[in-house]
């Protein structure tokens, strides 16, 4: 199927980028949230990052309105009725993921395919709510969504490999290096490795190890990660990483290995949840 629309449920951090990087590449996107305010914001930010690559002489104006004018924001699911692919970015909410497919469901074509932006849910389980389950796939992106290259490409218990295929080609035409998770496992490749490794440097502070700093320190110095894990913590959502690590313990029943420590949990209650709120484990602004 020729992809020339493509729907994006949420206007957030993470729809606004998928929308605007489905709209680079020329095609038209219904962006939709359900308060108007949440759409403006989201093309707000569109419109700031399109004009910090205007000022930095890697976007013409010319392309930047261009990109602008394919993106149609709107509060209404009607208007995704028309769209050739569908990519849903709400919250990480279960319930809220399987209403939303089976509004799709009833919304489009048949051979439409539905994908999820989720970085740790089930695929099988949000597919359930369709009567298309061979064409409902996972497609996480990672944040912020122009500028990471991987896109994992996940494979629900009955998604067929023209799904796959598909949405493995609409990300390489945004310019995604893809990679294939074959089992629908809680956490795919980079969270299932990522989320121990923020654990785990939090039980190091909370042991007295180390500071954060030290932490962070580390891991960039000898490990030539580009950021520390307190640095990607604040960046993604301090709270984000616990509501994963409650997830895989409840998914993967093993329950030592996702205990969230005292200090997240503690940090969280605080309100210090990551650059998003102003607030982190180092206060970005």
């Not at 989320?195 to 000898?222: S, W, Y």
Request: aromatic fraction near 6%; charged fraction near 25%; proline fraction near 3%.
């Amino acid at each position: 199927m020729d992809i020339k629309k493509v729907g994006v449920v949420g206007a957030g951090a993470m729809g606004n980028g998928i929308a605007q990087t489905a709209a680079a590449i020329g095609c038209d996107v219904v962006m939709r949230d359900v308060e108007q305010r949440f759409v403006d914001n989201g093309l707000k930010s569109i419109d700031k990052f399109l004009s910090r690559s205007v000022e930095k002489g890697k976007l013409s104006a010319e392309a930047k309105d261009a990109a602008l004018g394919r993106i149609k924001g709107t509060t209404d699911m009607a208007d995704l009725a028309g769209v050739d692919f569908v990519i849903e970015a709400v919250i990480e909410d279960l319930a809220l993921k399987t209403k939303v497919f089976a509004e799709l469901d009833q919304l489009t074509r048949p051979e439409v395919i539905l994908a999820t932006n989720t970085s740790s849910m089930s695929i099988t389980q949000i597919a359930n709510a369709t009567k298309k389950p061979d064409r409902v796939v996972g497609m996480h992106f990672f944040n912020p969504v122009p500028l990471m290259r991987l896109v994992e490409v996940i494979r629900g218990y009955h998604t067929n490999d023209d799904t796959v295929a598909q949405t493995a080609a609409l990300a390489k035409r945004m310019g995604k290096e893809t990679v294939e998770v074959k089992v629908d496992s809680p956490g795919f490749i980079v969270n299932r490795l990522m989320i121990p490794h923020m654990l785990e440097a939090i039980e190091l502070v909370q042991e007295g190890v180390a500071t954060k700093e030290d932490v962070d320190k580390a891991i960039k110095l000898g490990l030539n990660y580009p950021m520390g894990p307190f640095e990607l913590m604040d960046m993604t959502g301090i709270d984000i990483c616990k509501f994963v690590a409650d997830y895989f313990q409840q998914e993967l029943n093993k329950e030592l290995k996702w205990i969230s420590p005292t200090l997240l949990k503690n940090t969280i209650k605080a309100g210090r949840l990551g650059r998003k709120t102003g607030g982190g484990w180092y206060d970005y602004k």
